[in-house]
T-cell receptor
């Protein structure tokens, strides 16, 4: 256990479904992140929240919608996804943003398959 | 553009030593990270280098040369549990993390 918990660990959905990924951190961190991890590709930063405010949105399609109701919880709402969105979605947290030694603590990820 | 290069896959023998290289071209530099990721698990922090030289932590060491845009992760006395992917990442001048695609390390008995 890293202190960052993601649910569900596996999700299969059709292109017309709506689902949500959940992330919870018990580390007292102020920043939370969503990353997409595809095979043999670098991690892609999707969204960053700092003190519950979205501070980065890296040109992510609107079919992905993040929500951060408090500093411990982060959601990624999914709707009308495409098969190419199949990937491992990683949540991470860190004490703060904007420093060199900003160590991220990751969850184990949610493996998403879009049919 | 910004880029991190590391080998896609490496194979080594249990008990041996392996060096995983990482080269980077980024807009500025505020530190380099190594993370370990076992299959199906979370990436976990291994090391952080911001000054040139070698940092040693038990069986793992990480080296940085800023002038060459180069780092390596050295793993000694390899164990089967070291089979994992190793991710290199650099913090640029805007404190954005730039990631490599990872190196899958396979340990054979």
């Amino acid at each position: 256990e890293t202190g960052v918990t993601q649910t569900p660990r596996h999700l299969v959905m059709g292109m017309t479904n709506k689902k949500s990924l959940k992330c919870e951190q018990h580390l007292g961190h102020n920043a939370m992140y969503w990353y997409k991890q595809s095979a043999k590709k670098p991690l892609e930063l999707m969204f960053v929240y700092s003190l519950e405010e979205r501070v980065e949105n890296n040109s992510v399609p609107s079919r992905f919608s993040p929500e951060c109701p408090n500093s411990s919880h982060l959601f990624l709402h999914l709707h009308t996804l495409q098969p190419e969105d199949s990937a491992l979605y990683l949540c991470a947290s860190s004490p703060q943003r904007g420093s060199g030694a900003n160590v991220l603590t990751f969850g184990a990820g949610s493996r998403l398959t879009v049919l | 553009g910004q880029n991190i290069d590391q080998p896609t896959e490496m194979t080594a023998t249990e008990g041996a030593i392996v060096q995983i290289n990482c080269t980077y071209q980024t807009s500025g530099f505020n530190g380099l990270f190594w993370y370990q990721q076992h299959a199906g698990e979370a990436p976990t922090f291994l090391s952080y280098n911001v000054l040139d030289g070698l940092e040693e932590k038990g069986r793992f060491s990480s080296f940085l040369s800023r002038s060459k845009g180069y780092s390596y992760l050295l793993l000694k006395e390899l164990q089967m549990k070291d089979s994992a992917s190793y991710l290199c990442a650099v913090t640029d001048s805007n404190y954005q993390l730039i990631w490599g695609a990872g190196t899958k390390l396979i340990i054979k008995p």
